[in-house]
């Protein structure tokens, strides 16, 4: 296993020339292009790790699965009233359908418009509840927010809090649209390494045990509703191809993570910066790509 990992890393490293470090939030920017790392951790409790595993980057997007994870704990499948869980030709921060008169609400948690009504059904604190459930699915409690990306990007998100305001202005969102926005902000700001990932995704694909309790919705309803959502949209508009390529439940954030679930077998976490035109790690998407091969990973 380790010496697939080193090769699959050395295969795909190439890639990143290719892709862009996300600069659409400026303190991404300073992210090194030149970090790639993986991370496996299986179900019988080995662990791998190649390359900069061990580098902190912010979690972003994938962030919206611990997210959703904590909504349907607090409401049940009555989540699905607020945001739908289907799949979308659109990218991650489309806004237009949500104005159409037809729309009833974001097309799954994945996009952000989904993800900020799904971090709004979450009760109390909400930013700490993500940040207090990461720490203890990974058992790593040095985890914490950027304070650098999430003043970055609280000041500079602007499409964010015009999706946050249309949410409110629909119904969708209740309280204070600013006030769910900060929290969103910082949840995409937490930083954890591929290591981390792994181990949320094996928290994942172990059918989500050893929690102490599980709110409003029992385990099995919380781990399929959480592996369809990532399968149907954690890649966004190229879900449908990833699926086919890779074959593995995953979720992607711009700060170059790549989380991925492979039931009943292992947690995957990937690291390189350097994005695709979908925002979708470059090497990273190239790194599942060849693991999902060489170690028959595709679900279907
Ligand atoms: N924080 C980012 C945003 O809201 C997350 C996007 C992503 O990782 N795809 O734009």
Do not use: W
């Not at 992210?31 to 980057?57: Q, R, S, T, V």
């Not at 649209?177 to 910082?186: G, T």
């Amino acid at each position: 296993m380790q010496k697939i990992l080193e090769e699959v890393l050395e295969e795909n490293r190439h890639l990143a020339k290719k892709g862009r470090v996300a600069s659409y939030i400026p303190a991404l920017a300073k992210a090194n292009p030149h970090h790639i790392g993986i991370c496996i951790a299986e179900i019988n409790g080995n662990m791998y790790k190649a390359g900069d595993a061990d580098a902190k980057f912010t979690i972003q997007s994938i962030s919206k699965v611990i997210a959703l994870m904590l909504a349907l704990m607090d409401n049940g499948e009555k989540v699905f009233e607020k945001v739908g869980r289907e799949g979308t030709e659109d990218p991650f921060n489309t806004l237009y359908k949500l104005d159409l008169p037809h729309t009833e609400k974001p097309v799954n948690p994945m996009i952000n418009a989904g993800a900020i009504a799904t971090t709004a059904q979450i009760k109390g604190d909400k930013f700490g509840r993500i940040l207090e459930l990461i720490r203890r699915i990974t058992g790593n409690l040095s985890i914490d927010y950027s304070r650098e990306v999430y003043i970055s990007e609280k000041e500079t998100g602007e499409k964010n809090k015009a999706i946050a305001h249309l949410l409110k202005a629909r119904g969708i969102i209740e309280g204070d649209p600013d006030e769910v926005l900060d929290h969103y902000f910082k949840q995409c700001s937490i930083e954890v390494t591929a290591c981390d990932l792994a181990k949320i995704a094996l928290f994942m694909a172990n059918g989500c045990q050893g929690l102490p309790s599980y709110g409003e919705i029992d385990r099995k309803t919380l781990y399929r509703n959480l592996l369809a959502i990532m399968t149907i949209g954690g890649m966004y508009n190229v879900s449908g191809q990833y699926a086919a390529e890779v074959g593995v439940p995953s979720k992607s954030g711009v700060g170059g993570g790549i989380m991925a679930s492979v039931p009943g077998r292992m947690g995957i976490g990937v690291f390189s910066p350097p994005l695709d035109e979908n925002g979708h790690s470059i090497a990273g998407y190239g790194i599942m790509k060849s693991l999902s091969h060489r170690l028959d990973l595709s679900i279907f």
